[in-house]
């Protein structure tokens, strides 16, 4: 009786703890389940980059001459610069989707 006493003051949530074969146990299922499917995805996806050049293509001279490219990857303090040395009134109101569109109607309209 004394014992069990004991083992409860020991244990506050009243539960024994694990042995050393499920921990042992636990630790196979997490290295079976986690760890392996890991590097098997990390060593195919590396295969399949050495096998082809799969990266962005880089800006080139129609990034800069096409006003449509351009302006799609401006920022809106970008955008509104713009407008402003295109003389577009009211641009500091209107959103980025809005703006873009005025922009470059005004730059068809300049050409």
């Given amino acids: 009786m ?19 074969t499920l921990i042992k146990i636990y630790g196979f299922l997490a290295i079976l389940l986690v760890i392996i499917p ?4 990390e060593f195919t996806l590396g295969i ?3 096998s082809h050049n799969s990266g ?12 449509e490219l351009r302006i799609s990857i401006m920022s809106i303090k970008e955008l ?7 003389k577009i009134r009211g641009y500091a109101r209107e959103n980025k989707d809005f703006l873009k569109i005025r922009i470059l109607k005004k730059m068809k309209k300049n050409k």
Avoid: C, Y
């Avoid at 949530?13 to 042995?19: E, H, I, K, V, Y």
């Avoid at 962005?56 to 006003?67: G, S």
């Fill in 48 to 50: 399949e980059n050495r």
């Fill in 38 to 41: 890991e590097w098997l995805a």
């Fill in 2 to 20: 004394n014992k069990q006493i004991e083992a409860k003051k020991n244990n506050k949530n009243g539960l024994n703890p694990p042995s050393k």
């Fill in 56 to 67: 962005l293509p880089k800006k080139d001279i129609v990034w800069e001459t096409n006003p």
């Fill in 80 to 86: 509104r610069e713009l407008a402003m040395q295109l």
